[in-house]
């Protein structure tokens, strides 16, 4: 059977077949770059410090796929089959890949890393046996030179379609998970119509079909199944009730909901964002302040803040004549107006005729010709990722101080000065380099811990005192007077300007947060 198998695969394969093969090998690419996103994604959203994990996912990726493609140097000459078994094997590791990872992070966290590595390692092995092998199955059909130009063109467009691809179609419409399955569907159809094309030069051609169905009804299982699998790795994931989950093209939304009903929580990526029992602390602090110095407060500008409870503690001023509120992602803002939890905490803010919202990067939106403002909130996530760290840069808060009016003033929220400490105070230092005057203040919040927000103002004068003459539930003017006083384990150190080409705030986040 070996000699009659070899004697088959030495035969010269047609244009068509050729013309498959590459077809073949772009589609396989796809797949390959996909895998790798995958996997820095889910850790990103896991372990945070995204940079981090994508570069370790594409440094180990491309190590491994030199890897691979060494160890065909001991393959056999059976260049089909080879092929059908990398594809399929790939398919398995790969396709499963999402959920390995997220049912071993609750359960066996300790070995996350060592999994993600493995994965990353093992799909960058046989990623890198499939182009020695295809390039040696072409090489019968045009000379070497040709095979490898087309090799590495088909190659190379199809890691663009896939890079493509998964931030714009895979990853907002199919999830995470899905995503991993329907890819291992593609990989193991690669596997099953080179199996049909190429029959004829294939040896073991009734195991290697069964393998191959059996892989395709597996996956075919997963993804019908995906939407269970998915609840079930959200449940071990959080400790309270997931109520909503979803996926968009910017961010991963969820809900949760305490047993007891008491507590419903937004995370964004992972990362909490409030907790109805004590949000009303952190928008107060948030709002109040800026809002109750002295001075127009006509035209209020809210950057970030898509759930609506930061404009909810804006809308008691009756001398506020318009808010424009800028979140990237309108799902956000879509969920605050319609699901009733979310409508219900923010007092149905967004049906205020005053209200308008802009869905786009509050970066580019500043960064133009338009209004001017007399307040302005910024209610952005913690700079847990370098895309978020830009907006606590020099450069986006002097593009937000041509936006403000003379006597112009800003809160934003600036993470904590107990947790993130250094990271706390580089805000603080950024905002100095830019505006008149900046004044740090802090509360304690159940959810959260110590919490860190920072003032500044553009050609005006803090007040002495203090006067909130709006209704509150927790901030009041002694209150206010005492949060600017830090101890001594959350007070002052030095720290230099984050900026755009110079970023450290992203840096001191990340050290201070996983201490």
Known sequence: MDTEVLHHESETITAKQAFTLLVSLLVVALCGIVYELIVGTISSYLLGNSVYQFSITIGLFMFSMGVGSYLTKHLSNRFIENFIAVETTIAIVGGLSGIILFTVFPFARIFYELTMYSIIFIVGCLVGMEIPILTALLARYKDTKQTVADVMSFDYIGALLGSVAFPLLLLPSLGLLHSSFVIGLVNAFVALSTLLIFRKLVGRFRLLLTINLAVLAGLVVFNVFGAYLTRYAEKH?????????????????????????????????????FSSRDEYRYHEYLVHPVMSIPGSRARVLILGGGDGLALREVLKYPDVASVHLVDIDPRIVELAKTLPMLKELGKNSFSDPRVRVFNEDAFSYLNRQGSVYDRVIIDFPDPHNEALSKLYSREFYTILHKRLAPQGIIATQSSSPFFARRAFWCINTTLDAIFDQVMPYQTSLPSFGIWGFNLATKGSALPEQWDISVPTRAIQAPALAKAVVFERDIGPVETPVNTLFEPKLYQFYSEDIHL
Do not use: C, P
């Open 237 to 273: 994931l959080y400790f309270d009730q997931v109520i909503y989950s979803e996926q968009t093209q910017y961010q991963n939304i969820v809900f949760t909901r305490s047993s007891n009903f008491k507590d419903h929580r937004l995370f964004l990526d992972g990362n909490i964002q």
